[in-house]
């Protein structure tokens, strides 16, 4: 089971330079055992075309490395932070995308102007609070994962699936690794459509709420009928 979940994790790492998602080695995936708890995710600073299976690190839920000969992203008490608080989420990733990173940098939320948004997601992809001096010094990688969590505030992983943080950049997540690259393309191209909707109209509205609901319950929970069954 382990072996399968790090070819997971890999393949989901090799995709996001594929999609256009990081930059030399700014971006991670990871994906969990919900069994076992174990993590499988990037090892920190290895360019992706040369990253195997066997690079891939595996760490414990309090990010002790037990599998592995590489160091671990230095994400990792992020995606761990995640994971303890987000429900069925098993993939978690972290770009550096330039759109979505361009709205983390301008401190602002993504509201949802089109139906493109409303599929991923119902409301806005929020902003993070920005971290204090005193976050930074308890634990700065740790501290950014309580960030996010709190801005979820009891929604459910499914109705926020992506958060900025704060002049960072997004984390995404899903039901696996792969489903979280999905979301982090998703997100990315979402972002620039925003992006270009204020240029053309600075006071562009959102789209009204009951096409939202439409869109996104045609996705997403027991009534979906987007797709094959």
């Not at 382990?2 to 994790?9: D, G, N, R, S």
């Not at 393949?11 to 991670?28: F, H, Q």
């Not at 992983?157 to 999905?182: I, K, M, R, T, Y």
Request: net charge negative; glycine share 10%; charged share 15%.
């Amino acid at each position: 089971m382990l072996e399968e979940l790090k070819a997971t994790v890999l393949a989901a790492n090799l995709e996001l330079p594929r999609a256009g998602l990081v930059t030399l080695t700014w971006g991670n995936a990871s994906g969990q055992d919900r069994e076992t708890g174990l993590v499988v995710i990037k090892p920190s600073g290895v360019p992706y075309d040369a990253m195997t299976v066997e690079d891939m690190v595996v760490v414990d839920s309090e990010g002790r490395v037990v599998e592995g000969e590489r160091r671990p992203s230095t994400d990792t008490p992020t995606h761990l932070a995640l994971y303890r608080g987000l429900p069925g989420v098993s993939g978690v990733v972290h770009t550096h995308s330039t759109w979505a990173t361009a709205w983390a940098q301008a401190r602002r939320s993504i509201p949802v102007f089109g139906t493109t948004h409303a599929d991923l997601c119902p409301g806005d992809v929020p902003v993070t609070d920005p971290l204090t001096p005193e976050d930074v010094l308890s634990g700065y990688e740790f501290a950014t994962g309580s960030k996010i969590i709190s801005i979820v505030a009891g929604r459910s992983p499914q109705e926020v699936p992506a958060v900025l943080v704060n002049g960072h950049g997004p984390f995404c997540w899903g039901s696996s690794a792969a489903d979280a690259v999905v979301t982090a393309i998703t997100l990315e191209s979402v972002a620039k459509m925003a992006w270009l909707t204020v240029a053309l109209d600075p006071a562009a509205v959102p789209l009204p709420e009951h096409i939202v609901a439409r869109h996104f319950t045609r996705k997403h929970g027991s009534g979906a009928y987007y797709g094959q069954p």
